[in-house]
């Protein structure tokens, strides 16, 4: 009996504006009865805080925004003014909120915000500032939203997205089996994630020795620096990767104002022929005078193959009859190549037996020297990417018959086996100069070790 009096009363304080009582009641979970009360006393400065506490512990922002709006600006603080503006809609004071507390989350938000206002001058300015305040596991992701507004206006080339969409388009089936990012996210570092880390490297292709060598290293390093997440391995994993592959970028050498001549090697259906397309168009496009040279003269449609991408490229060609001596066709082309800022030489991949094929090879070179004693500028091996390390030996038997300057990666994009540009580049001890992203003109790209990086470890596939 005494309690129920004790509890009318208690009511009968609160409806009086007693604090204490209102309180009590909250605590007893009686919320909708606090707020109809203290929506009677929002004049009185203590209730009128009860009442906002209550809104926002409900989530009743348009009610919390009434109360700043007509009774106290200075309610909360600016992180729930500003959460409370945004859910209003009152984007601009939500903004200017944000960027009073100029933490780094805030700074996100309000350069969210600002982006979606389709104000992307001021986006860019606030998202830069939160750039420079951002944890690392953030920096990636931060990176990639000021790049894409950056290209948006214009303000840096489209060719630094289309670089990364086409490294993207060349790690994609890397990325759907071996989904480094997605293990590299939110998990326990534990001798599971270790193990699935180690059999996700050797999915990739990267060799097994290098797999059991990283895994261990990031082992070590992640006792070091005591990481809990797996979230703190991804650095360490990109910084492991960027060291392997530290000599492992070359570009193309060119010297303008003088004959180029680029020698292609490699087994059949590596590439050649559409490499060599590809580059003639590019260095057509750049103005340069570019000829083709079929040396390839094992297979008839090798010639037509390599006459169409003569045609779409711009560039002109030189031919033998088929079957003809392919030491004979590269004279032939030699003789004119002081015409020309580049001549690119396709040859035949057959390896019936090692020895005619090298023989062959030694015997174009020799004709190059004869007409320029310097050249070739570069002589290109070039490797079907879907062979993964398999690629190797092959390469070894193309390494002893010529000083081979570097390495065209194709069909990167055809693969899961992405990772194996690691062993091959550090095996054969030559670097990677371009890679093979697709079939079409334009899908070739320089190999830029960071880039590459970047993207394998990336969240996204
Ligand atoms: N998806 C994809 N396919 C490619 C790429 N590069 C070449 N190919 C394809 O691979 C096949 C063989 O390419 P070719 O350029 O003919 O190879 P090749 O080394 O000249 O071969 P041979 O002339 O037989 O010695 C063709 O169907 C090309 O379209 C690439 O980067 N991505
Ligand atoms: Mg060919």
Redesign the pocket.
């Known amino acids: 009996m005494a309690f129920f009096w004790r509890r009318s009363q208690e009511e009968k304080l609160a409806e009086k504006g007693d604090k204490n009582a209102i309180l009590r009641l909250i605590q007893q979970g009686k919320k909708e009865k606090a707020i109809e009360i203290l929506e009677r006393f929002k004049d009185d400065p203590q209730l009128l805080r009860l009442l906002y506490d209550l809104y926002m512990q409900e989530g009743k922002y348009y009610y919390a925004y009434q109360l700043i709006e007509h009774y106290d600006k200075s309610l909360g603080n600016a992180q729930e003014r500003a959460l409370i503006y945004e859910k209003v809609g009152e984007n601009q004071k939500a903004i200017e909120e944000y960027l009073k507390i100029g933490s780094f989350e805030s700074l996100r938000s309000a350069g969210n915000l600002l982006y979606k206002m389709g104000n992307k001058e001021d986006a860019l300015k606030v998202f830069e500032r939160a750039m420079k305040l951002s944890p690392p596991y953030e920096k990636e992701n931060l990176e990639k939203v000021i790049n894409k507004i950056k290209q948006e206006m214009g303000l840096i080339a489209q060719e630094k997205e289309s670089l990364l969409d086409k490294i993207r388009k060349g790690l994609h089936k890397t990325k759907e089996k071996a989904l480094f990012g997605i293990i590299l996210r939110g998990r326990k570092v534990d001798d599971e994630l270790f193990e699935e880390l180690e059999e996700t490297l050797i999915r990739a292709d990267v060799g097994a020795k290098t797999a059991i060598n990283l895994v261990e290293e990031l082992r070590k390093e992640a006792i070091k620096r005591n990481i809990k997440e797996s979230d703190g391995l991804r650095d360490i994993l990109k910084e492991k990767f960027l060291l392997l592959l530290s000599n492992c970028e070359g570009s193309i050498r060119f010297n303008e104002g003088r004959p180029n001549v680029y020698l292609f090697l490699?087994?059949?259906?590596?590439?050649?022929?559409?490499?060599i397309g590809k580059l003639a168009y590019r260095f057509s496009s750049e103005g340069k005078r570019v000829l083709l040279c079929a040396a390839?003269t094992f297979?008839s449609a090798?010639v037509e193959?390599l006459e169409v991408w003569a045609e779409r490229s711009g560039a002109h060609i030189v031919k033998g009859e088929e079957g003809a001596d392919p030491a004979s066709v590269v004279y032939k082309a030699m003789s004119q190549a002081n015409n020309y800022d580049l001549l690119l030489i396709?040859t035949?991949?057959r390896l019936h037996t090692k020895e005619p094929l090298i023989r062959e090879l030694r015997k174009i070179k020799s004709v190059i020297n004869k007409f320029y004693p310097e050249e070739p500028t570069e002589t290109l091996l070039?490797l079907d990417a879907t062979i993964g390390q398999n690629s190797i030996a092959q390469a070894k038997v193309f390494k002893e018959a010529l000083n081979i300057t570097g390495i065209v990666l194709?069909?990167?994009?055809?693969t899961a086996k992405g990772g194996a540009i690691i062993p091959i580049c550090q095996e054969l001890k030559l670097p990677v100069k371009l890679l093979?992203?697709?079939?079409g003109i334009d899908?070739l790209q320089p190999f830029d070790a960071k880039l590459f990086v970047e993207e394998l470890l990336s969240v996204e596939v």
């Open positions: 490699g087994v059949n259906g590596s590439g050649k022929t559409t490499t390839d297979r090798a193959q396709d035949a991949g070039v194709t069909k990167l994009d055809g093979g992203v697709g079939e899908d």
